[in-house]
């Protein structure tokens, strides 16, 4: 529940680390803004408070064209709140329903249509359908006020196969036209490059010291203020560089795609491999209760993500009993003997291509070696290959590695790694008899903050 007195406060003081976490809804003008809006202050009585975007879209305001609200940091207001619905969250943003039906996204999450609409209705305010749709148009709007894609490929990227119908919708949701949009961007000639926002505070130098330790040459590339990397998502192939800049709460995020329909899924798998969406100051607040020690906590520490699951693996494998730069170098080789090259880089190999090579040029044993092997080809016989407990069941893989896996490559928030030799260390200076499942949900914060100790 939103709290009125809070929201008039960060309102007033356009605080930045409110930003995304509530949006202000003008009587008198018909527009929803961001808190950070540098529009004219509107009177209290004039303001209505909500706690997403698509419940003021819902309620008939359109969105603010000075503080554009689709570019507003996450909202997790739904977290922690029902499982299946983050689930669904998830699945939505990364483009589910654009192919797929509500049936199947319900049979996909083992629950019934019915009751899908019902925990949507409960904790946002409308169907599933509908916020797919407003979440489709808000990443348009992101790509017409950012980039100079056409409209065709805005409209491809946003997960419309039909110009007219994203035009209607975009009208319909946004009470504008893409036209009206368009004309009043300023983008770069022939940029392709988006803002990404986050809510302060941010510790970029411990995420780009955490990066830089293990960094893969090929694949990755790291300076003092960005990171960039190759990928592919299902078809699409490409690279992006995250530039942080500290002053606007932003990373300025340049990327290479060679089909756009799978762009919001990169934008959204970026946002998560930064961590830009986390409500930090409420971790923090949660794990200094937990130590009991406020200054034991390092303000803005982010969890460092990797691409995906299954490349987390792989790298958790590689890693296994030696140190990070000896796994480092055996990544390295694994990429540059097995990564095929994209405009002059490298990819992550595939799980084909690992599957169908015996790995000689690793030295590494050869137990190793078949269990990178029996990975690949969990991926490529499952339907489900991230669940964890399917990854238990292969030789060489214990809990250690799922764990880490699903740390790092899904950026799951309660992960704790106690069986680590770092984190025990770190466990004991802090001298006080703590039990660790009390941190939850937030363990793998919890974990961070105690490497970041040693």
């Known amino acids: 529940m939103l709290n009125p007195k809070i929201c008039q406060k960060a309102r007033l003081s356009r605080d930045s680390r409110f930003d995304g976490k509530f949006f202000t809804a003008v009587k008198t003008t018909g527009i929803y803004c961001r808190p950070i809006c540098p529009a004219t202050t509107p009177k209290e009585q004039n303001i209505i408070y909500y706690l997403t975007a698509i419940q003021a879209a819902n309620a008939g305001y359109r969105p603010c064209l000075r503080c554009r609200p689709d570019s507003a940091p996450g909202s997790a207001a739904w977290k922690g709140v029902n499982a299946s619905l983050d689930k669904a969250i998830g699945l939505i943003h990364e483009g589910y329903l654009q192919e797929n039906s509500l049936s199947h996204l319900a049979d996909k999450l083992g629950i019934s249509d019915r009751y899908l609409r019902e925990i949507f209705k409960q904790h946002l305010g409308v169907a599933p359908k509908v916020y797919a749709l407003y979440q489709q148009c808000l990443f348009a709007k992101q790509l017409l006020h950012q980039t100079e894609l056409s409209v065709v490929d805005i409209a491809l990227a946003s997960g419309f196969n039909s110009l007219r119908r994203f035009n209607d919708c975009f009208k319909s949701q946004l009470k504008m036209t893409p036209t ?19 809510r302060p505070p941010y510790d970029w130098l411990h995420m780009q010291a955490f990066l ?40 300025d995020v340049s990327i290479e795609v060679n089909d756009v329909r799978y762009l919001q899924a990169v934008i959204n798998n970026i946002r998560r491999l930064l961590d830009l969406d986390v409500d930090i100051q409420a971790v923090e607040l949660d794990l200094k209760k937990w130590t009991g020690k406020p200054s034991f906590i390092k303000s803005g520490l982010r969890l460092p993500g990797i691409w995906n699951m299954y490349e987390a ?65 969990h991926y490529l016989n499952n339907k489900n290959p991230n669940d964890p407990e399917t990854w238990l069941t292969l030789k060489g893989i214990g809990p250690w590695t799922v764990s880490y896996a699903q740390m790092r490559g899904l950026s799951d928030p309660d992960i704790y790694l106690g069986a680590d030799l770092g984190i025990k260390k770190s466990m004991k200076n802090l001298k006080q008899n703590l039990n660790p499942e009390a941190a939850s949900p937030w363990r793998s914060y919890l974990t961070f903050q105690l490497w970041n100790k040693l």
């Open 180 to 198: 009206q949009i368009r004309k009043l961007s300023k983008v770069k000639q022939g940029s392709l490059e988006l803002q990404l926002c986050f």
């Open 212 to 251: 830089s330790k293990r960094v893969i040459a090929g694949l990755e590339w790291i300076s003092a203020q960005s990171y960039g990397r190759t990928f592919e998502w299902l078809e699409c192939r490409g690279n992006f560089t995250a530039a942080y800049i500290q002053q606007k709460n932003r990373f």
């Open 313 to 377: 693996g792989i790298r958790a494998v590689l890693g296994q009993q030696i140190s990070v730069a000896a796994a480092g170098n055996l990544v390295t080789t694994l990429v540059n003997q097995l990564g095929e090259v994209l405009d002059g880089k490298k990819l992550f190999p595939t799980p084909r291509a690992l599957a169908k090579s015996k790995l000689a040029f690793l030295k590494i044993p050869v137990s190793r070696k078949q269990t990178l092997i029996n990975l690949a080809r």
